[in-house]
Structures are given as structure tokens and as C-alpha cells.
């Protein structure tokens, strides 16, 4: 059974970067499927920020991705995400999930969730 | 693309069939529509892709319909875990996008 667990800092100061990590178990990333990571928050619902694939191919929201890096380490079987320059408005949960791509229109559907951690914005 | 789900709230008893909607500000490629419940302090579930064909472990009761820029959702017979949060997300270009949500909830 697949499963994705989202780790990282639950409190990051306006201007900061937000790191998270995302450790799969139950499959190796390097055998294949996309890597995505989507925030919900109260005021702007489910957004899809990024994906990567195994070898380290990405696509990106284009609302954010001057601020998004992701990246993926195979030997640990996890990827992960860093947003800059953060500010209250990217307080959300932020979840991990293994995306079914549709690699000709740079997006898929989302079949493994991980819990989601909270991300809060503030001094 | 913009995905608007109506109603925002129904109510509905169990045993009573639900239809939920999701417009598209334009038309989704190839229907590359699906749907996820999500209930309180839970990730979203994924219930349909390509709008019709169920993902794996999901009960025959829910079903997906539509083609263009209007599609469906349809619980027949409402189970009482069936009450949560609905959301559609279209992936036929991107970025890929979600609707608002419909929360489904007991009469």
C-alpha cells in the first residue's frame, strides 16, 4: 500500500522560505508515477503547486512558480518542496500526493494522499 | 481553467440520491475531469477520473458523468458516510484546477 507523509516546520516567518518533505513508502519512486504537492487553505481551496518525476523532471503552477522549487532524492525515497519569500496568504495545509500525469498537458489526477501538514505564516 | 461547483450545500436524507455539478469556464480536453471527498481532518479521496471511471476500492453507488464544460456527480442511494466535502478537478490543461466544493450534508 502506498504512503505518503509530509514532514517540515509548522511555523515560518513572513519573507522565509518553507521547506517540506514528503517520504514515500510502499513504492519506489524511482519505478515510476509523478510526485505533486497541493495546499488548501480557507480563502483560496485546493491549488496544485508543482510535480516532479524520478528523474527529476518538473512542471509548475505558473501563480507560483517564481517562489517554488521541487526537488526528489530516490535514494531516500522522498521529494520535496521550498517556497520563498512566504506571506500569510500561503498559510494552508500542504499535501503531498502521487499525481496519475498526463505529461502532454502538464497535469494529472491525485490517487495517494499524504495527512497534510499545516504551514502557518507569522512573526 | 475556472471550476464552478453548485449547489455550495445540499441536504439530503440517507437512502436519497445525490447530484452534484461542476461547470467549466471552458472545455475540459479529452474530459479529464475527477471528483474527491474529503471529510473533516482528512486528506481528499479520489473517487472518479476521466470523468466516469471509478478509482479503486470506490462503491458502485457513485458515478460520474458529463462531457465539455458540465459534469456530474451522482450518489444513488446516500450512505451516512457519504455526507463531506465534494470537489472536482479538471486536468486537461494546466495548471490543473479545483473546484470550490459542494459539502454534502444530513437533513
Known amino acids: 500500500q502506498v504512503q505518503l507523509q509530509e514532514s517540515g516546520p509548522g511555523l515560518v516567518r513572513p519573507s522565509e522560505t518553507l521547506s517540506l518533505t514528503c517520504t514515500v513508502s510502499?513504492?519506489?519512486?524511482?519505478?515510476?508515477?509523478?510526485w505533486a504537492w497541493i495546499r488548501q487553505s480557507p480563502g483560496k481551496g485546493l491549488e496544485w503547486i508543482a510535480t516532479?518525476?524520478?528523474?527529476?523532471?518538473?512542471y509548475y503552477n505558473p501563480a507560483l512558480k517564481s517562489r517554488v522549487t521541487i526537488s526528489v532524492d530516490t535514494s531516500k525515497n522522498h521529494f520535496s518542496l521550498k517556497l520563498r519569500s512566504v506571506t500569510a496568504a500561503d498559510t494552508a495545509f500542504y499535501y503531498c500526493?502521487?499525481?496519475?500525469?498526463?505529461?502532454?498537458?502538464?497535469?494529472?489526477?491525485?490517487?495517494?494522499w499524504g495527512q497534510g501538514t499545516l504551514a502557518t505564516v507569522s512573526s | 481553467i475556472v471550476l464552478t461547483q453548485s449547489p455550495g450545500t445540499l441536504s439530503l436524507s440517507p437512502g436519497e440520491r445525490g447530484t452534484l455539478s461542476c461547470r467549466a469556464s471552458e472545455s475540459v480536453r479529452d474530459n479529464y475531469l475527477a471528483w474527491y471527498q474529503q471529510k473533516p481532518g482528512q486528506p481528499p479521496r479520489l473517487l472518479i477520473y476521466g470523468t466516469s471511471s471509478r478509482a479503486t476500492g470506490i462503491p458502485d453507488r457513485f458515478s460520474g458523468s458529463g462531457s465539455g464544460t458540465d459534469f456530474t456527480l451522482t450518489i444513488s442511494r446516500l450512505e451516512p458516510e457519504d455526507f463531506a466535502m465534494y470537489y472536482c478537478?479538471?486536468?486537461?490543461?494546466?495548471?490543473?484546477?479545483f473546484g470550490q466544493g459542494t459539502k454534502l450534508e444530513i437533513k
Open positions: 500526493a502521487r499525481e496519475i500525469s498526463m505529461r502532454q498537458v502538464y497535469a494529472g489526477h491525485f490517487d495517494y
Open positions: 478537478q479538471q486536468y486537461g490543461s494546466s495548471p490543473g484546477t
Open positions: 510502499g513504492y519506489s519512486i524511482s519505478s515510476g508515477y509523478y
Open positions: 516532479i518525476y524520478h528523474s527529476g523532471y518538473a
